[in-house]
């Protein structure tokens, strides 16, 4: 009989294990506990498709980037599309690191971008700038996508309160599965890594003619980005995005909740001073529309990993999210633990067989 799975959560990461799971004939049930899919994270963030630029500090990161993008354009072709213009530009004194060396880490990572000779004339105080092939997710269809294909698997607003790992099975709420896959980014079951939960909030931007998507590395920077709708923008920033660091979801979840309109003018006056230190005519160019409100669970230390793990306990998966092109690393750590456990069942503790398959010397032919 195929194995049961119940995945926690309905963002990016749940949704894919859960299609996944289900292409591969595994019985699946998915729990979210809002009415609609792509609630959280997944449906408020800079949706962008990373391919590495962002992270020159840390290689795990940069390289399942590369290898996410690929094959997210390859399995959901209809789920982004191409920006026109992706530049990623390098300060000339406020960046961790000079354009040179910028260039030769995602050289080295075999990061396809393209250099321009000169520099875009909207630009100020940068030393040099890479266009990028990087892509914009496309919610709204990643949204119906899901849906439609999880339809019958799917409970939305159910928030799971209890586990229960017992030796014949696992119980959701006192319903049996094989499996459980923890997909709510640590909100459920924390994995077991010391992390903490950062209350987030972008700005969008209304354009009144195309821009660019220009992000600035690397450091205490800040982001243009585009979405799924043409003159819509989020502006985002390192140092005034995080609305602090929090050792529970609910703590943060908090911070969210108080969120005013004092607050929100603050960090739009403290966001547009930043950028427009290197794009001077932002304010002729944007309009502000409203912000948006999220939370990010970050592993602790400051060697920028955002890359993504699993962690097994008994028959409970517990998935610590990277970013969203790195759904793919999610699935397939939980399948190879599956195997192993299972590969360890059945190999059992025989001991090598290769003795008995070496030719006996003396049934070959004596020598002439
Ligand atoms: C400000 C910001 C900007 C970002 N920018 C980008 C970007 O440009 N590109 C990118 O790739 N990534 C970006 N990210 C990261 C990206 O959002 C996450 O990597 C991704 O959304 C994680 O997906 P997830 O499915 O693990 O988590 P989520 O989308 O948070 O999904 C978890 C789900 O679990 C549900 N849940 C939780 N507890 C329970 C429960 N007990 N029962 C039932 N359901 C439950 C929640 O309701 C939620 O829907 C950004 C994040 C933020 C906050």
Known sequence: MALSFAIIGGGWYGCHIATSFRALGFNVTIFEQHQRLLHGSSGNNQFRLHLGFHYPRHYGTRIQSRDGFSRFVERYPGLSSPVPQNIYAVPKNDSLIDFLTYKLIMTSSGIEFRESPTLPDFLSNVEGCLHTPERVLLLEKARQYFTQRLGPFLVTDHRVESIDDRPGGVYVDGRRFDYVVDASWGHFI???????????LLLYYEANAPFPAVTFVDGPLCSVYPTEDPTLFTLSSVPHTPLGRFNSARDARAVLDRVDTALVTDKARLMEEQIKRYIPAFSDTFRFVGPQLA?????????????????????????????????????ERILSMLEAAGKDEAVGKESSSLRAEIVNVDRLPAAV
């Not at 924390?190 to 987030?200: R, S, Y």
């Not at 962690?311 to 790195?326: A, E, L, P």
């Open 190 to 200: 924390q994995p077991p890594i010391d992390l903490f939960f950062e209350p987030t």
């Open 295 to 331: 939370m990010k669970t970050k592993p602790l230390g400051s060697f920028d990993d955002r890359s993504c793990y699993v962690y097994q306990n008994g028959r409970i998966f517990s998935v610590m999210s990277g970013k969203i092109d790195t759904i793919f690393f999610a699935t």
